[in-house]
């Protein structure tokens, strides 16, 4: 077992008693709950079965899929949602951290509809543009950026840059990472464990349907694995991708000292280094996970947290490297980039997102967190919790998760009754296990009681 300490900035409590919860118990838990579910949620099950007819899987994006149906959502507010049944749900999801400042925040809409008097797209520039790259530069302490309308874009121009940048092709990634949808990053997103190989030495797992370029694998937190990777490829390799926390796979904390070995290692093999902070962003604090964790990258993605839930991502960093879209190498384009309305997103959350009120927040979080663990320690559950910034989770495992084997070492049976569990009595987490729950600047004292007592009803479930 390796209990390597985890980075100062991040929280992470494993209780060192726990006991097995028999799996006959989880199986009987689950299928009360699932009829459960089924009998409050006939209006959102008639909504997927006509959903079903224009929209493959009846949903947007493939993520909001879950089976037998998702959910579906009428309107939002603060940190609340109602569904199409005219239930209240308490939102600890908030839009992937999309909605960080909370739904319908009153300065983002305000900032929205002072801006719908002046237009909504002009594809020039526009004062407001350039006020939204400042407020982003100075915030991330990036030199330039670019806005996108999504992570997927941003994450494949930060790559794109870093090849022109370095005139090499390959990308290297985290077994198990999650970049977006552009096809290298696909690759061993969540590979299933028949493919992966040795765990110092992941196999690319390639769909056939990719057509990903030069692209390696290498477990997160082991510093050693990269360095080998970069000694036998470095001359091929133009970047390396990660997210400071691994924020799909629940959350993954980086070890103390892995994420300065690695900035050492880009250095030393000339391989420019990305963070993509798409999930971390403004909920990892004031100034972005880089900042906070202390390593800066070379190139930055962002997305989500920073528009205020309007459509918008951006990808920026050092000068030397931006430069390349500057002198033509790098060509970056888009319709949608930079319109005023998203650009009304960031002035909004760049009020809103204050160093005291994200700390507020986290204080939230943190309280959630200590309270939660006090119950798994309570109840001797074979759980622990991890946080970073306002984001939470409780992990199935007695065992730090370090990397993506780990994860999956942990019991997705218990995961999937817990997040039903808490659907069933009005709170939503994420669709999929890999997520984690977001407190937002809307939630406050009552929320935090909703989720801690809730986690308190199903250990005590577990244990009768
Ligand atoms: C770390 C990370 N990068 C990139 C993306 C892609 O962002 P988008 O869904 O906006 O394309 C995501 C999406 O969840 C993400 O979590």
Redesign the pocket.
């Given at each position: 077992m390796n209990l390597k300490k985890h980075h100062p900035q991040t929280f992470r409590f494993v209780p060192e008693n726990s006991k097995p919860v028999l799996s006959e118990k989880v199986a009987s838990l689950l299928a009360a709950e699932w009829d459960r579910f089924t009998k409050n949620t006939k209006k959102s099950e008639a909504e997927s079965a006509r959903s079903f007819n224009s929209l493959p899987l009846g949903v947007t994006s493939s993520f909001q899929h879950w089976d037998p149906y998702p959910i579906s959502i009428t309107s939002a507010k603060g940190a609340w949602m109602t569904d199409v049944d005219g239930r209240e749900l308490l939102d600890l999801s908030m839009g992937?951290g999309a909605m960080l400042v909370g739904h319908l925040n009153p300065v983002v809409v305000e900032e929205i509809q002072e801006s719908l008097k002046t237009g909504m797209l002009f594809v020039t520039p526009s004062p407001i543009s350039t006020d939204a790259a400042e407020r982003i530069c100075k915030r991330f302490a990036i030199d330039q950026v670019r806005f996108t309308n999504?992570?997927?874009?941003s994450?494949m121009y930060a790559v794109r840059v870093a090849r022109a940048a370095t005139g090499k092709l390959g990308i290297v990634k985290i077994e198990g990472g999650?970049?977006?949808?552009y096809d290298p990053f696909v690759v061993s997103s969540k590979p299933s464990l028949d493919k992966v190989g040795n765990p110092d030495k992941p196999n690319a797992v390639i769909d056939s349907n990719l057509v990903p370029g030069d692209i390696y694998v290498v477990p997160f937190n082991n510093a050693d694995a990269l360095e080998r990777m970069f000694k036998k490829n470095g001359k091929k390799i133009a970047c390396f991708i990660v997210?400071p926390v691994l924020?799909?796979l629940a959350i993954v904390l980086p070890d103390e000292g892995y994420l300065e070995r690695v900035r050492e290692l880009c250095d030393q093999y000339g391989i420019v280094l990305i963070f993509?902070e798409?999930?971390t962003g403004l909920t990892a604090g004031a100034r972005g996970a880089a900042q906070r964790l202390g390593v800066q990258p070379d190139l930055l993605?962002l997305?989500?947290s920073i528009g205020g839930g309007l459509t918008l991502?951006a990808f920026g960093g050092k000068k030397k490297y931006m430069d390349f879209i500057t002198n033509g190498k790098m060509a970056h384009f888009g319709t949608f980039n930079g319109n005023p309305l998203a650009m009304a997103g960031v002035r909004a959350v760049d009020k809103v997102c204050t160093t005291e009120a994200l700390e507020t927040a986290e204080a939230f979080n943190q309280q959630a967190l200590d309270r939660i663990s006090e119950i798994i320690k309570e109840y001797e559950l074979p759980a622990h919790t991890v946080g970073f910034g306002v984001k939470g989770c409780i992990t199935w495992s007695t065992t730090p998760v370090r990397n993506y084997r780990d994860y999956k070492a942990t019991n997705f049976e218990i995961a999937e009754l817990s997040w039903l569990w808490s659907l069933n009595r009005g709170i939503i987490t994420p669709p999929g296990l890999d997520e984690q729950w977001l407190i937002s600047l809307a939630h406050g004292q009552r929320e935090i009681d909703v989720l801690v007592e809730d986690f308190r009803e199903l250990a005590m479930a577990l244990r009768s």
């Open positions: 992937f999504s992570g997927t874009e994450t999650y970049h977006g949808s997210e924020e799909n993509d798409v999930k993605t997305a989500k991502a």
